[in-house]
């Protein structure tokens, strides 16, 4: 099938979501239309890892995806979402990418959408954690101008992993956070672990859920990863009339593939259309246990 013909098949079955969306709104009311996108729920996990050393037994992480800055109807969840974080006292803040917005599947850079990336920043740095707040880029980030989103995030305080870890420390045992590129740029996993030692815990954070295919292959413990916005629309007892590519086979909660524990956080703006159904915006609590641990 032609490219131009997916993305016209692409369009219509969001555009059918819509209109279901629509009609359930007339029968349930405007609560569900309206109100779920500017609202942000909190989701609390826990996630066993079997090489967490008993010392990071009860780490938390807090984690936020998918801002889509807009001032229109982004502003209000993503502030929100920092005042129940800052409530939390996580002890770090993870951003699994797609800070702007770019055109419908446009591959060619979009200087003028990553200009976003600048106030996005700017309302991101009120999070507040001991460890601070690490990111990595999503697809539109990448395809707006990585460079230039990078920028405006670490301008803020924010370090972002492109390629690159972050190991913390508690006496001598470590845990490692490796950000990895979109799938849209280049991630380098393979690259990335060689500094890792093999028998230490590895939490690894890339925009898509799928890539949990790929990380399994490797020593990895837990995979954090957005992309999805959970379909935007949920129908109950269908699902996602749409989900967008590397997010079709995982796209909302926790996942375990093969050893790998996965969590996808279904985001807190919006694509294409102001809209959430059934899908609200979130905030995922992850705390970390050791069977270490006594």
């Given at each position: ?17 819509a ?34 050393p ?11 995806s ?15 979402a ?26 060619a850079?979009?200087p003028a ?21 690490l ?35 508690r ?6 956070l ?31 859920p ?53 969590y996808?956080?279904?985001?807190l ?25 006594s």
């Amino acid at each position: 099938m032609e490219k131009s013909q997916l993305a016209s098949l692409s369009r219509r079955k969001f555009l059918l979501a819509a209109g279901v969306v629509s009609a359930s709104a007339l029968a349930f009311g405007e609560e569900g239309l309206i109100r779920e996108p500017s609202s942000a729920a909190l989701v609390r996990v826990e996630m066993a890892l079997p090489r967490l050393p008993s010392c990071f037994d009860g780490f938390t992480i807090a984690q936020l995806s998918d801002f889509h800055y807009s001032e229109s109807f982004a502003v209000t969840p993503i502030r929100k979402a920092i005042q129940i974080v800052n409530g939390l006292n996580p002890d770090l803040v993870v951003l699994t990418g797609d800070f702007v917005t770019t055109s419908l599947f446009s591959k060619a850079p979009e200087p003028a959408a990553a200009k976003a990336a600048e106030p996005c920043a700017k309302l991101l740095r009120e999070l507040r954690a001991p460890l601070g707040s690490l990111a990595v880029l999503g697809n539109h980030d990448v395809t707006a101008d990585p460079h230039f989103v990078t920028e405006a995030l670490e301008a803020q305080g924010i370090t972002v992993l492109r390629n690159r870890s972050h190991v913390l420390e508690r006496g001598q045992n470590r845990l490692w956070l490796c950000g990895l590129d979109s799938m849209e740029g280049h991630p380098r996993l393979d690259q990335l672990l060689q500094g890792v030692p093999s028998h230490e815990s590895v939490v690894v954070c890339v925009h898509e859920p799928d890539f949990a295919d790929e990380a399994s292959r490797y020593p990895v413990d837990l995979q954090l990863s957005g992309h999805s916005h959970g379909g935007q629309i949920w129908i109950p007892g269908i699902g996602a009339p749409w989900l967008p590519l590397y997010a079709r086979k995982y796209p909302r909660g926790q996942y375990r593939v093969g050893r790998l524990l996965l969590y996808t956080n279904i985001g807190l703006g919006t694509i294409r259309i102001p809209m959430r159904f059934h899908c609200v915006p979130e905030v995922t609590l992850i705390t970390l246990r050791s069977p270490r641990a006594s």
